[in-house]
């Protein structure tokens, strides 16, 4: 059908079905400099449920396997911040310094158990000479073996102990062949991400297990969608969303079973979909939203069997029956509607 239907002003949209009229529908002939200078528009007659849409409020957020959470491995002092709160990083890159009297304990516990298992070797080796040569008995060699044993467990948690408290393996592994001890630590990031937030400054003491900054890993973000309860089982998952203002859809994962009690909503979940971004490909681009921002979100209103899409001010309402005006050739043709 090759009509339009009649509204003067667009304010709103519904999403109604044309009744089948007992009577002849009632025509209007207006000419078309009338229906110009009385100002009356027209808009085209669409059945598609995805161009009716409804906003909700929305907040983007990290899911909790995603987040990065840098603590201080030692107590120490902050000499130096090297990021700044909302720069991209790569894997490996430095954030900043501690300077800590602990990991200088830890370096020594290294470099002694490093010296002593240099002896056991050695002797180890002397050990077996002195048994080929038939000068010793074979209990001396099984004696200097399990010592060299000994010892080389203690320099492997004497690594690890480094390890922990942050210091790269290289670092551990030239400390000990050098035996000049470092007399600070530089903590990296282990995965690219956005530093979300950053809890110290330089000049401030910490202690072991301090949390210092947070980094998310923005390849997966959730939209937490704030919809009325009595909507809830409106929207399945699968729903595509659109975020308004911005070139981002997401699809709905699941509807929260909690109720808020004070605004009497419940959490729709969406995930984002990935987009090219300077971050990286496939990920959410740090420029479009960033974790914690606020943002309207809009879903599709269910779509209704033969139901059609049309400004609310195409309906008028004659003896409390619902009516839109339909564009003829000579002028409009009334219509009821549900």
């Given at each position: 059908m090759?009509?339009?239907?009649?509204?003067?002003?667009?304010?709103?949209?519904?999403?109604?079905?044309?009744?089948?009229?007992?009577?002849?529908?009632?025509?209007?002939?207006?000419?078309?400099?009338?229906?110009?200078?009385?100002?009356?528009t027209?808009?085209?007659?669409?059945?598609?449920?995805?161009?009716?849409?409804?906003?909700?409020p929305?907040?983007?957020?990290?899911?909790?396997?995603?987040?990065?959470?840098i603590?201080?491995?030692?107590?120490g002092?902050?000499?130096?911040?090297?990021?700044?709160?909302?720069?991209?990083?790569?894997?490996?890159?430095?954030?900043?310094?501690?300077?800590?009297?602990?990991?200088?304990?830890?370096?020594?516990?290294?470099?002694?158990?490093?010296?002593?298992?240099?002896l056991?070797?050695?002797?180890?080796?002397r050990?077996?000479?002195?048994?080929?040569?038939?000068?010793?008995?074979?209990?001396?060699?099984?004696?200097?073996?399990?010592?060299?044993?000994?010892?080389?467990?203690?320099?492997?948690?004497?690594?690890?102990?480094?390890r922990?408290?942050?210091?790269?393996?290289?670092?551990?592994?030239?400390?000990?062949?050098?035996?000049?001890?470092?007399?600070?630590?530089?903590?990296?990031?282990?995965?690219?991400?956005?530093?979300?937030?950053?809890?110290v400054?330089?000049?401030?003491?910490?202690?072991?297990?301090?949390?210092?900054?947070?980094?998310?890993?923005?390849?997966?973000?959730?939209?937490?969608?704030?919809?009325?309860?009595?909507?809830?089982?409106?929207?399945?998952a699968?729903?595509?969303?659109?975020?308004?203002?911005?070139?981002?859809?997401?699809?709905?994962?699941?509807?929260?079973?909690?109720?808020?009690?004070?605004?009497?909503?419940?959490?729709?979940?969406?995930?984002?979909?990935?987009?090219?971004?300077?971050?990286?490909?496939?990920?959410?681009?740090a420029?479009?939203?960033?974790p914690?921002?606020?943002?309207?979100?809009?879903?599709?209103?269910?779509?209704?069997?033969?139901?059609?899409?049309?400004?609310?001010?195409?309906v008028?309402?004659?003896?409390?029956?619902?009516?839109?005006?339909?564009?003829?050739?000579?002028?409009?043709?009334?219509?009821?509607?549900?």
């Open positions: 090759n009509r339009t239907i009649f509204a003067c002003v667009v304010v709103g949209t519904s999403l109604i079905g044309f009744a089948a009229a007992a009577e002849k529908p009632l025509q209007f002939i207006v000419p078309d400099n009338q229906i110009k200078a009385i100002g009356i027209t808009t085209p007659l669409l059945n598609s449920g995805e161009s009716v849409r409804t906003s909700f929305a907040q983007v957020m990290v899911p909790p396997n995603a987040e990065q959470v603590s201080s491995p030692v107590a002092l902050v000499t130096e911040v090297l990021i700044q709160q909302n720069q991209a990083v790569k894997s490996g890159t430095p954030l900043l310094h501690i300077a800590s009297p602990e990991l200088g304990g830890l370096q020594l516990q290294l470099l002694q158990a490093n010296s002593r298992v240099t056991l070797r050695q002797t180890a080796q050990e077996k000479q002195l048994f080929g040569e038939g000068i010793i008995p074979e209990r001396r060699v099984q004696e200097a073996q399990a010592a060299l044993s000994e010892g080389e467990a203690t320099l492997k948690l004497a690594k690890a102990a480094l922990l408290s942050g210091m790269p393996v290289v670092t551990i592994n030239t400390v000990a062949a050098t035996g000049d001890p470092q007399d600070g630590l530089t903590l990296v990031a282990e995965k690219a991400g956005i530093v979300t937030e950053i809890q400054q330089s000049g401030q003491r910490v202690e072991a297990a301090s949390v210092l900054m947070h980094i998310a890993q923005t390849k997966t973000l959730w939209l937490d969608i704030q919809i009325p309860v009595s909507e809830r089982t409106h929207w399945q699968g729903t595509v969303v659109r975020v308004q203002g911005r070139d981002l859809t997401g699809r709905v994962l699941s509807s929260g079973a909690t109720v808020a009690p004070g605004s009497q909503t419940v959490v729709v979940r969406a995930e984002l979909d990935g987009q090219n971004s300077e971050v990286g490909a496939g990920e959410v681009g420029d479009k939203v960033r914690g921002e606020f943002l309207t979100v809009e879903l599709p209103i269910n779509e209704t069997a033969g139901g059609w899409n049309l400004p609310l001010t195409a008028a309402y004659d003896d409390g029956k619902a009516v839109v005006f339909v564009r003829t050739k000579q002028g409009f043709e009334a219509r009821m509607v549900t």
